[in-house]
């Protein structure tokens, strides 16, 4: 099976263009992922499938100057769900884990925006984007944090 670099490489346009289209859609100013309310599951799923496709929004992609700002979206919602705890003990929300094995997906996608893969440039590099993580960071060491010690050690690598 092709990775999805290589499937950005190799002609599937179409394909990528489908991903990023629906993704800018539930991310967008009135989308379901920014509105109050929206559901632990939902964010979580949302910010997981665009770690996934982190690579078909980097410069080297070719679909990049139609989506060129959509990685500062990412970025920012990915952030944010930093406040989302990994785990909740009891309640509806017990069932609805937010992480992939065993990291907190924001963390995951951030870690995945900032580091380039196979090749490729980061799809977040600026100055600016290094000191919100770092304060990030200090924020979740210096307080009780809704990450989980392992997840902030991750972060500390982005």
Excluded: M
């Excluded at 990528?16 to 379901?32: E, I, N, T």
């Excluded at 769900?81 to 509806?92: D, F, H, R, T, Y």
């Amino acid at each position: 099976a092709k990775d999805i670099i290589d499937l950005a490489a190799s002609g599937y346009t179409d394909f990528g263009k489908a991903v990023l289209d629906l993704l800018v859609a539930v991310a967008a100013d009135h989308g379901p992922i920014v509105t109050t309310g929206c559901h632990r599951q939902l964010v979580s799923t949302f910010v997981q499938c665009a770690s996934v496709f982190v690579p078909l929004y980097t410069p080297s992609s070719a679909l990049f100057s139609s989506h060129s700002s959509f990685a500062g979206r990412i970025f920012d919602i990915a952030r944010a769900s930093l406040a989302i705890p990994e785990q909740v003990s009891s309640g509806p929300n017990a069932a609805f884990a937010f992480r992939a094995k065993q990291d907190h997906n924001g963390v995951v996608c951030l870690l995945k925006l900032c580091s380039g893969g196979k090749g490729q440039a980061a799809a977040i590099s600026s100055w600016e984007a290094a000191e919100a993580l770092r304060r990030d960071l200090r924020g979740h060491l210096a307080a009780s944090s809704s990450l989980q010690q392992h997840s902030v050690l991750v972060l500390a690598q982005v």
